[in-house]
């Protein structure tokens, strides 16, 4: 009995050692308030989303804003969430395949152009703070936080990184420590045989990548955070956290008390 009771109590230990995220905990004004950002923008049936005018309407909406940013062919960098333009655009391409010119004369939905990040933070100019969600087609090949990086180090506003592969967020603990980093997170869902990724996704899940990304906050799906290792996350480390997709307002007073930030869509909060 007494040998369960020491195995049970490492195990506790080693998950809570993997589990840690950055120390000293820091602060941000990014976060202070409760603050909500607008899920790429704030975009409708008539507004696409991660587009310009969605930003322009978030900024005008005193919103933070959250977009995704992925490296085009050419080495650019681009703001779209989906690996590929399919469900957007109804094309087969991956954003990976094309340079910036081809993929700006793709329209988007509502006919607009699909932005570079350059031409974002222009425009927004620290008006309103910003989460930048990392998206990498290869789990470690950073190539696309280096050219962040060289985006945002010139930049003058409240900015924050997040990303679902860790490796990305080491990059910016090793090159630019200073840069608040968010881990991003959900309950592992798969269907049919387990596979080997899926113990990846497990392990994700369970914030077990965090001595590799060191993260200031954790980003978690708003439907998961009943899940022991989020309520556990709060009630040890109390880091900054994040939930993400937040779709009504009932939902965000629900999440008022569980979180520090909020992403939300489909529905405009009354105070921002």
Not at 193 to 204: E, I, T
Not at 233 to 247: E, H, I, K, Q, S
Request: charged share 25%; aromatic share 12%; net charge positive.
């Amino acid at each position: 009995m007494i040998a369960w009771i020491v195995t049970a109590a490492c195990v506790l230990c080693v998950w809570l050692l993997l589990m840690l995220p950055a120390f000293p905990k820091r602060g941000w004004a990014a976060f202070y308030g409760k603050k909500y950002f607008a899920h790429r923008g704030l975009h409708d049936e008539n507004v696409c989303e991660n587009s310009m005018q969605a930003f322009r309407l978030a900024v005008q909406a005193g919103c933070g804003i959250e977009l995704d940013v992925h490296m085009t062919q050419d080495g650019q960098l681009c703001v779209f969430h989906d690996d590929t333009l399919k469900r957007l655009c109804g094309r087969e391409e991956a954003i990976r395949d094309m340079t910036m010119e081809a993929l700006r004369s793709v329209p988007l939905p509502d006919g607009q152009t699909i932005p570079a990040l350059e031409e974002v933070l222009e425009w927004v100019r620290g008006r309103v703070p910003l989460i930048v969600e990392i998206k990498s087609p290869e789990i470690g090949n950073c190539a696309v936080s280096e050219k962040l990086w060289q985006c945002l180090e010139n930049y003058r506003g409240d900015y924050l990184v997040q990303s679902f592969d860790p490796f990305q967020l080491r990059w910016f603990k090793k090159h630019a420590p200073w840069v608040i980093r968010g881990q991003l997170a959900q309950k592992c869902r798969y269907e049919g045989p387990f596979r080997f990724r899926y113990l990846l996704q497990m392990m994700a899940g369970n914030l077990l990548f965090n001595r590799i990304s060191a993260p200031d906050y954790i980003a978690y799906r708003q439907e998961d955070t009943k899940k022991y290792c989020y309520r556990m996350m709060r009630r040890v480390y109390r880091p900054g956290l994040a939930v993400w997709t937040v779709r009504s307002a009932a939902e965000a007073e629900k999440m008022k008390e569980i979180s520090d930030a909020i992403i939300f869509e489909n529905f405009r909060p009354e105070k921002m």
